[in-house]
């Protein structure tokens, strides 16, 4: 088993829709969750970055931690065609030489 | 703020020819950068992480020798593939984190790199 599981998809949708992106984990240490955007042949843009649980809004984006269940949730609204690219979620324990565990991304598809 | 700046952005390399990929912090200190390399479709693999001043730690399987890894300053860190052959060819993506920056990682915009 993986210690971040992520739906690799792909996802379709409108544009104007409700994306939701989640990822599961199974090390109970991870306290600092982070999003990542990645298009297509370039590194991976910083979205959201959150400690502990709790939820998180930036404009169009929220992210979501929910601890007791080891879950996590990134939401986009009104997708706009400019979304389409990869979603990482990533996550690190204190400690862990500061490293992240990343999820396998998400493909994602915003169609005008 | 947090830009990670990185080069070359894409390099095409004989059989057995060493290539260097630069990384850059330009606004902030880093005291820690990591190189990984990515696969088409798949997620970051992690290759080596390198705090400023001392040498390199690197992930298990990952040659030290032909992954050659220096980070002089807070600002700068390279990566050379020595004696690259065609199955070095792939994606690497260098990160910084920022001294008190908690465990965010910028990312470098990625090093195509092709070995013919």
């Known amino acids: 088993q993986k210690e971040v599981e992520q739906d690799p998809g792909p996802l379709s949708v409108p544009e104007g829709a409700i994306v939701s992106l989640n990822c599961t984990y199974s090390?109970?240490?991870?306290?600092?969750f982070m999003w990542y955007r990645q298009y297509s042949r370039k590194g991976p843009e910083l979205l959201m970055y959150t400690y502990s649980s709790g939820n998180k809004e930036d404009g169009r984006f929220t992210a979501q931690v929910d601890k007791s269940s080891k879950y996590i949730s990134l939401f986009i609204r009104d997708s706009q065609p400019s979304d389409s690219a990869t979603y990482l979620c990533a996550m690190s324990a204190p400690g862990s030489a500061r490293q992240l565990t990343f999820g396998s991304g998400t493909q994602l598809t915003v169609l005008p | 703020g947090a830009v990670v700046s990185q080069h070359p952005s894409w390099v095409i390399c004989k059989s057995g020819t060493s290539v260097k990929i630069e990384c850059r912090s330009l606004?902030?200190?880093?005291?820690?950068m990591f190189w990984y390399r990515q696969f088409p479709k798949q997620s970051l693999m992690l290759m080596a992480t390198s705090n400023e001043g001392s040498k390199a730690t690197y992930e298990q399987g990952v040659e030290k020798d032909k992954f050659l890894i220096n980070h002089a300053s807070l600002t700068l860190s390279t990566l050379t593939v020595t004696s690259a052959h065609p199955e070095d060819s792939s994606f690497y993506i260098c990160s910084a984190r920022a001294r008190g920056g908690g465990n965010i990682q910028y990312f470098g915009a990625g090093t195509r790199l092709s070995v013919l």
């Open positions: 606004d902030f200190q880093a005291t820690t």
């Open positions: 090390n109970s240490a991870f306290q600092y």
